[in-house]
């Protein structure tokens, strides 16, 4: 893996020596740390106020790069082929599908007069689901495919 030398990742991606078990630590960093960046952004952005905040920011970390693991492994590890397309495509349409249905419910609960003051682990646990949920089906349908 490269962390500087931009040059020789562009010589081996043209030499085609790039393959799936190679892209695959970069996905994974990359995306890891975006939501790094992202939860230390909040802290900026908002007040930590309790130990819910702070296990939701750990969720909102471990779940999705747990997830992607995950998925890496069920499309075959390293023996595996186009996880990259497999993962970005099915996960932009999970996404669209998950905020078909969770629009909905956040406009029911703002309609029925729910204000959270502070995170509550009623709220951390619904979000802990719906991530789980979330990369479920995405597992389940990478590994649909990479049969």
Not at 111 to 128: D, K, P, R
Request: net charge negative; glycine share 4%.
């Amino acid at each position: 893996m490269y962390f500087w030398n931009i040059n020789a990742l562009k010589n081996d991606i043209k030499e085609n020596n790039f393959k799936d078990k190679e892209a695959f630590p970069y996905i994974l960093f990359t995306i890891g740390f975006y939501l790094i960046l992202i939860e230390m952004m909040s802290f900026d952005c908002y007040y930590i106020e309790n130990i819910w905040d702070k296990i939701l920011i750990g969720i909102d970390i471990i779940i999705p790069i747990a997830g992607m693991i995950y998925a890496y492994k069920q499309n075959g590890g390293e023996n595996g082929v186009d996880f990259a397309n497999k993962y970005f495509s099915i996960s932009f349409v999970m996404t669209i599908r998950f905020f078909v249905y969770i629009i909905p419910l956040m406009i029911l609960l703002i309609f029925l007069g729910y204000e959270s003051v502070s995170t509550t682990s009623i709220e951390v646990a619904f979000l802990a689901v719906v991530q789980i949920l979330f990369y479920f089906y995405i597992v389940k349908h990478i590994k649909d495919v990479a049969r």
